[in-house]
């Protein structure tokens, strides 16, 4: 791979810099959560991925390791709860009790209760607009992965050299086949579905989605980040 951004990338980059720091500060809150004080296992995170989406993130955090830039995955699987629980993040109770009025419409009853069980946060800023079920994290096809520099997360948007971290993170998760998530303004993420796919779509609609979540994660619901008992397979479920 050129180590250097392609014209595309590079553009997007100053565009969406440019975005950011008119409104916030060059360093942004943690999109999952507070900056770590140190960096989770990678290898318990790579673990809880699907089988056909651990080798392809594996490859993106090594070839990016011998270009010199740290990238190191910060969050894999997420539970129900856990986006539950980020979805509160900066919305009222109205927005909470609306959001579990449209899961129990779409027939995800236990999905919606997981929201109605959230206490509001309008005090924080959002970091999700997926609800429960409705992100790829559940299914352990999708991961947040952060760059380093020094030993400390950045968000920096700036080129370091000639070579950003989250640009490179982009143009080796495309090289895997996988999706980045800068498009919808998520330069942390990377997937394996593509963003015109859905989970209700690809297994079955929303009472599929319901239940078989509700199978993987109740009986672990006091476990903050459960560790999945059968990995989904997303190549199986794009053969149904």
């Known amino acids: 791979m050129n180590p250097l951004l392609p014209l595309g990338i590079l553009a997007f980059l100053v ?14 809150p ?10 989770p296992d990678p290898g318990d995170a790579l673990s809880k991925l699907s089988d056909t989406m651990r080798p392809k993130v594996a490859r993106v955090l090594e070839r ?6 740290d990238l190191r995955l910060h969050e ?3 539970s129900p709860q856990k986006q539950a629980e980020y979805f509160a993040r ?14 129990q419409e779409w027939g995800a009853p236990w999905l919606a209760s997981l929201v109605r069980a959230e206490t509001p946060r309008p005090d924080l800023a959002q970091n999700t607009r997926a609800l429960p079920g ?5 299914y352990g096809l999708a991961a947040d992965v952060w760059w380093y520099k020094n030993g400390s997360v950045t968000w920096d948007l700036y080129l370091d050299g000639d070579m950003n971290g989250y640009a490179v993170l982009g143009q080796l ?15 942390v993420h990377v997937q394996e579905p593509s963003l015109s796919e859905s989970p209700a779509t690809l297994f079955g609609g929303w009472p599929a989605v319901d239940a ?11 476990i903050s980040e459960p560790t999945r008992r059968t990995p989904i397979s997303y190549a199986v479920f794009c053969l149904k």
């Open 15 to 28: 565009g969406l810099w440019a975005t950011r720091s008119a409104a916030s500060p060059a360093v942004a």
């Open 30 to 39: 943690a999109p999952g959560g507070p900056v770590p004080t140190s960096n």
């Open 64 to 69: 990016a390791r011998q270009l010199g830039i």
């Open 76 to 78: 894999g699987e997420r």
């Open 90 to 103: 900066g919305r009222s109770q109205e927005e909470l009790d609306d959001a579990a009025a449209t899961l």
């Open 134 to 138: 409705q992100g790829w994290h559940a």
């Open 173 to 187: 998760a495309e090289d895997e086949g996988l999706t980045w998530g800068a498009s919808f303004g998520d330069f």
């Open 212 to 222: 078989m979540l509700r199978q993987e994660f109740l009986s672990l619901i006091h």
